[in-house]
Nanobody, 130 residues
Framework: QVQLVESGGGSVQAGGSLRLSCVAS????????MGWFRQSPGKEREFVAA????????YYTDSVKGRFTISRDNAKNTMALQMNSLKPEDTGVYSC???????????????????????WGQGTQVTVSS
């Protein structure tokens, strides 16, 4: 059974940093583009960042560009999201996800919609106070 487990969430003040991790099991990790999503109370789940199978291509939602960095280590079946200069609007439950997808030839081709992802973790809470 495929499992994705997130960790690293917590409470920080605005301007602080957090590093989220996602560990995959029972999954041929290197075969899947991966993504991070977040959901705030009363809002729909939204795309944050995605990374291609090899890690060569990445894509970010505009609001996190220059502040967040997505990365992966296929040898360890892990993915990370380094979050710097955090803002209160970054607050939410962050989930990692794996997508079955065809060839990806650029960052823009990375999946960004929830229905494009097949496996999901339970999420980790990130709270940023002002």
């Amino acid at each position: 059974q495929v499992q994705l487990v997130e960790s690293g969430g917590g409470s920080v003040q605005a301007g602080g940093s957090l590093r989220l991790s996602c560990v995959a099991s029972e999954l041929t990790f290197s075969s899947y583009p991966m993504g991070w999503f977040r959901q705030s109370p009363g809002k729909e789940r939204e795309f944050v960042a995605a990374i291609s199978r090899s890690g060569v291509f990445t894509y970010y939602t505009d609001s996190v560009k220059g502040r967040f960095t997505i990365s992966r280590d296929n040898a360890k079946n892990t993915m990370a999201l380094q979050m710097n200069s955090l803002k209160p609007e970054d607050t939410g439950v962050y989930s990692c996800a794996a997508a079955r997808h065809g060839p990806i030839l650029s960052g823009a081709e990375l999946p960004r919609r929830t229905y494009e992802y097949d496996y999901w973790g339970q999420g980790t809470q990130v709270t940023v106070s002002s």
